[in-house]
């Protein structure tokens, strides 16, 4: 019995104007419009095979090795609409093998924490959908696919174009125009680097999905945060990318940034990501900003502690110097430059009751 497969990778992207709401739950649907920069897959992505073949009895998933369940809804939404679109395919073709009513087995792999606030569910669904779609020669356009990832997890939807992108709310009911879209690629801003601080690979208590969801029904700020700042702010911030203006650009993402874990803490009950040491960053990243007398770095934090620091690679000595300063010569840093972005790991533990503000002052 033939088996037929297909592979691909696909990369983290973190969020400068924050995803947080849905408006429609199935169809997952935001509250509000996104935008976030694609991280380099050398350093953090997910590594999907996918398989097929008539002897299949069942759609599994291996997720790091281990089996999960393959019957949360979201999973299911994105398997029924892209064997409906391989429907079409073989309608056209009739001499191709019917994949579409074949079982899927998906393994997939994540070479950085999962579920820990560092976008594993975008790099994840991305990869998933990619893969199958990849299995099954689908001619559609990557802001179709992303409609597909974004059922899957929302954020997923901006992780199939690299560079920056919007992820535009849309208007209608059955989420026909909720895609991702390029703001401008990779090229167009060459020069943004992201160094990803691993505060903590812990599993985070309050998964995105739920969290937001309290959040919605609970936050009179979250109702403020919808109305009156993102879509002014999304406005403003595709046009700092667009006049590659960082400091606007730094610091629309840590207004955001702030007013998303203010949402979250205004929560009921309250949602809290951040932790001693994420607070502890944010402090030093002013510092550094007030002492250069111009903003260049940028915070900012998803569903987790995680730090993710945007900056120029003109101010890379300046800013990887000073978090080396602070950081350096603890086991388990690394810095790894790569043709996209510059990341700066380091992992949990070594450096957790480091008080990096006496940094700052010595
Ligand atoms: P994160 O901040 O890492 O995105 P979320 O709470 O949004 O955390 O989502 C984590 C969930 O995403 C995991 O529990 C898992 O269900 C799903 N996920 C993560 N990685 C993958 C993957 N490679 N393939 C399929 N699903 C994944
Ligand atoms: C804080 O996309 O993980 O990272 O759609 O329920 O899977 P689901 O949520 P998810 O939420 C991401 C939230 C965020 C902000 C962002 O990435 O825009
Ligand atoms: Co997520």
Known sequence: MSVYTASTTAPVNIATLKYWGKRDKSLNLPTNSSISVTLSQDDLRTLTSVATSSSFTEDQLWLNGTPESLTSERTVACLKDLRALRTAVEARDTSLPKFSEWKLHIVSENNFPTAAGLASSAAGFSALVKAIAKLYELPESMSEISKIARKGSGSACRSLFGGYVAWEMGSEVDGSDSKAVEVAPLEHWPSMKAAILVVSADKKDTPSTSGMQTTVATSDLFQHRIKNVVPTRFIEMKETILNKDFAKFAELTMKDSNSFHAVCLDSYPPIKYLNDTSMKVIKLIHTLNAAAGETIAAYTFDAGPNAVIYYL??????????????????????????????????????????????????
Not at 347 to 361: N, R, S
């Open 313 to 362: 690679e003109e101010n890379e000595a300046v800013v990887l110097g000073l978090l080396h300063e602070l950081f350096g010569g603890v086991a388990g840093w690394e810095k790894v430059d790569k043709e996209q972005l510059t990341l700066l790991k380091a992992f949990p533990k070594e450096h957790l009751d480091y008080d990096i503000t006496k940094g700052v002052a010595k």
